[in-house]
């Protein structure tokens, strides 16, 4: 998935930083989880959102033992283009909101992308970020301030 998620971009930086596991969602959600142990890495998974939907039993369990992993899902949503409704991302949103303690990005925009990045990279425990595949116009002048809400609490009766 490397050259549609573009991560084979992060491997011509710097190889030894890219882990490729093919169309393997368990193993890649796995190494992830092996590589984020002791604090040693910040890892980040891309592939496909719909495909990560394959590997819930793994990132579920990786929640519930605190690790620091970053989720990138592209390709969400209906409008994927020539890839077709396979290979659509609908799911992945719901899933991701259901797993303890994680954070959800959806950004809009190649600058709110970027800091979503950021975000995820310095907020511990599971993170998700959802990418479209498509072209998007540019919404936020590049200082535009983005930070991690804190999540909101059930209200009593």
């Known amino acids: 998935m490397k050259n549609s998620t573009f991560s084979e971009k992060m ?6 930083r890219h882990i490729e596991c093919f169309i393997a969602e368990q193993s890649l959600v796995g190494t992830a989880i092996g590589a984020a142990c002791r604090d040693r890495t910040v890892p980040f998974v891309s592939t496909f959102a719909c495909f990560l939907t394959r590997a819930f039993d793994q990132i579920r369990m ?13 390709h969400c949503g209906v409008s994927i283009g020539e890839d077709g409704p396979s290979q659509m991302g609908l799911e992945d949103l719901a899933m991701f909101r259901s797993i303890p303690g994680s954070t959800v990005f959806y950004p809009g925009d190649a ?3 970027e800091r979503a990045i950021e975000l995820a990279a310095n907020t511990k425990g599971v993170t998700f970020t959802r990418v479209n595949r ?16 804190a999540p909101s609490k059930p209200q009593s009766k």
Request: glycine letters at 6%; aromatic letters at 8%; zero cysteines.
């Open 11 to 16: 491997k011509k930086v710097d190889a030894s």
């Open 62 to 74: 990786g929640a519930i033992s605190q690790t620091n992993v970053n989720f990138v899902g592209s």
């Open 111 to 113: 600058v709110s992308t």
């Open 134 to 149: 498509p072209n998007t116009a540019v919404l936020y002048q590049n200082n535009h301030q983005f930070a991690v809400s």
